[in-house]
């Protein structure tokens, strides 16, 4: 069974900075893409941003602001979050794409908790 930890979320000034981190843990055989998603109330979740063999995808509204990055030996992926604003309050859900064994023909798409990120002064 493969969890993904999330943790850094927490109240912020506008302007303000926050990191985001997410371990993935348990059986663990390889770790394809992995991502930051977001759901502000009353709205869809939506892709922030992914990586994938060193590829980086963001979505416009935070391009030049936020930074994702992944050390694979801990299986982490962050999240640099700059310049917050307030539309930037959401829950943020890490993503991962795991193989628990070599078994599998196929990733599995494993998802975290959540971490409430607020900005507000």
């Known amino acids: 069974q493969v969890q993904l930890v999330e943790s850094g979320g927490g109240l912020v000034q506008p302007g303000g900075s926050l990191r985001l981190s997410c371990a993935a843990s348990?059986?663990?055989?390889?770790?394809?893409?992995m991502g930051w998603y977001r759901q502000a109330p009353g709205k869809e979740r939506e892709l922030v941003a992914s990586?994938?063999?060193?590829?980086?995808n963001y979505a416009d509204s935070v391009k030049g602001r936020f930074t994702i990055s992944r050390d694979n030996a801990k299986n982490t992926v962050y999240l640099q979050m700059n310049s917050l604003k307030p539309e930037d309050t959401a829950v943020y859900y890490c993503?991962?794409?795991?193989?628990?064994?070599?078994?599998?023909?196929?990733?599995?798409?494993?998802w975290g908790q959540g971490t409430l990120v607020t900005v507000s002064s």
């Open positions: 993503n991962a794409a795991v193989k628990p064994n070599s078994a599998f023909r196929s990733y599995l798409e494993v």
């Open positions: 348990g059986s663990i055989y390889r770790v394809n893409a």
């Open positions: 990586i994938n063999s060193g590829n980086t």
